[in-house]
Antibody
Framework: QVQLVESGGGVVQPGRSLRLSCAASGSTFSSHGMNWVRQAPGKGLEWVAIIWYDARREDYADSVKGRFTISRDNSKNMLYLQMNSLRVEDTGVYYC??????????WGQGTLVTVSS | QSALTQPPSVSGSPGQSVTISCTGTSSDIGGYDYVSWYQQHSGKAPKVMIYDVTKRPSGVPDRFSGSKSGNTAYLTISGLQAEDEADYFCCSIVATYTDVVFGGGTKLTVL
């Protein structure tokens, strides 16, 4: 497995931007796809975005398409989520999670994003 | 993509068995053998308990098992223990093989 640590969360006004980071330990980061998954307060999990191991492909949930961008820097073992035009409904804990096959085998502890005026 | 359907809550006494269902469609659960189940204790990160419908990661007790029939997947926990009290989420890939969809979650209470 791998250790994942998210950062970059905070309180932001609607319409503003925020960039989340996820630092991964270990030498296998560049071999795996990575997901961002979020959880609104008291709610269930919602998949946000995925990026291929080599960053050649990415995909997004319809709820964030056109506003969020997932990226990675394999030389630094880092995953990112650039969030623009934030909405109140984007509030929640954001987790980065490693893809293994067709599931997520390692998760970070999450970072809280609060969108509020 | 609509969320998979799970019962909001289930409960059982220590030593008993409980089964949590997760219903989707032929575009997700019914179409692929890539259902996973996650356990989440309050305030903690999710942890995979079952993947590829029936497979158990190393370290997960064999009290946890998964199955699927048609468009519905099941997580069964036998020999319930107090530490099993948590939220459980199912997950399936969808037709694109990249997107995933989660269930709404089921709160397991050990009486």
């Amino acid at each position: 497995q791998v250790q994942l640590v998210e950062s970059g969360g905070g309180v932001v006004q609607p319409g503003r931007s925020l960039r989340l980071s996820c630092a991964a330990s270990g030498s296998t980061f560049s071999s795996h796809g990575m997901n961002w998954v979020r959880q609104a307060p008291g709610k269930g999990l919602e998949w946000v975005a995925i990026i291929w191991y080599d960053a050649r492909r990415e995909d997004y949930a319809d709820s964030v398409k056109g506003r969020f961008t997932i990226s990675r820097d394999n030389s630094k073992n880092m995953l990112y989520l650039q969030m623009n035009s934030l909405r109140v409904e984007d509030t929640g804990v954001y987790y980065c999670a490693r893809v293994f096959g067709y599931h997520c085998d390692s998760w970070g502890q999450g970072t809280l994003v609060t969108v509020s005026s | 993509q609509s969320a998979l359907t799970q019962p909001p809550s289930v409960s059982g006494s220590p030593g008993q068995s409980v089964t949590i269902s997760c219903t989707g469609t032929s575009s997700d659960i019914g179409g692929y053998d890539y259902v996973s189940w996650y356990q989440q204790h309050s305030g903690k990160a999710p942890k995979v308990m079952i993947y590829d419908v029936t497979k158990r990661p190393s370290g997960v007790p064999d009290r946890f098992s998964g199955s699927k029939s048609g468009n519905t997947a099941y997580l069964t926990i036998s020999g319930l223990q107090a530490e099993d009290e948590a939220d459980y989420f199912c997950c399936s890939i969808v037709a694109t093989y990249t997107d995933v969809v989660f269930g709404g979650g089921t709160k397991l209470t050990v009486l």
